[in-house]
C-alpha cells in the first residue's frame, strides 16, 4: 500500500511539473511591434548652486537634445521634497530637437542640500535623474 501512494503522488508531481508552460523570453511574433526607445543627451544631469542666499528661490534649467529616431516625450518630473518645483517641456521633442527640465529651489532652510529630480520619459529604463545640490547661507 505504502507502494501505491508513493507512486501516485510521483505520479501527481510528474504531471504538475510537465503541465508547466516554459519561462523566458518568447520569440517575437511577425505581427509583434519592436518597441523603439528616444535617446536623449543631456548637458549636464548635475548642477551645483554654491553658496546661495536664504529666502531666495533658486533656478537652474537642465538642458537637453533628442539624438534619437522617435520624439522624446517627458511623461512627469518629481522633485524629491516640496522644496523644489519643476517645470518642463510638454510636448514631444521631434528627434534633432531640444527641451529643458526646470528646477527650482526653495533656499528656505540654512544648509547643505542636495535634491534630485525623477525625470520620467520614453527612454530604456523610464527615468533620468537630475540632481542640484549647494548650500543655503544667511546673509544679513
Do not use: R
Not at 520624439?71 to 516640496?82: D, L, M, R, T
Not at 522644496?83 to 518642463?88: E, L, R, V
Not at 547643505?112 to 529604463?125: A, D, R, W
Amino acid at each position: 500500500m505504502k507502494k501505491l501512494a508513493f507512486v501516485a503522488v510521483f505520479a501527481l508531481i510528474a504531471g504538475i511539473g510537465y503541465a508547466q508552460e516554459k519561462s523566458g523570453a518568447l520569440p517575437l511574433d511577425k505581427n509583434e511591434v519592436k518597441v523603439e526607445y528616444a535617446s536623449v543627451t543631456w548637458e549636464a544631469t548635475t548642477h551645483d548652486f554654491g553658496k546661495i542666499k536664504q529666502g531666495v528661490p533658486a533656478t537652474h534649467e537642465f538642458k537637453f537634445t533628442n539624438t534619437g529616431k522617435v520624439p522624446f516625450i517627458i511623461a512627469n518630473a518629481q522633485p524629491s521634497c516640496g522644496c523644489t518645483a519643476p517645470d518642463w517641456t510638454k510636448t514631444p521633442v521631434p528627434p534633432g530637437g531640444s527641451g529643458f527640465v526646470k528646477a527650482t529651489f526653495n533656499a528656505g532652510t540654512q544648509g547643505p542640500f542636495n535634491k534630485t529630480i525623477t525625470v520620467t520619459s520614453n527612454v530604456e529604463g523610464g527615468i533620468t535623474l537630475l540632481t542640484i545640490k549647494g548650500e543655503v547661507i544667511v546673509t544679513q
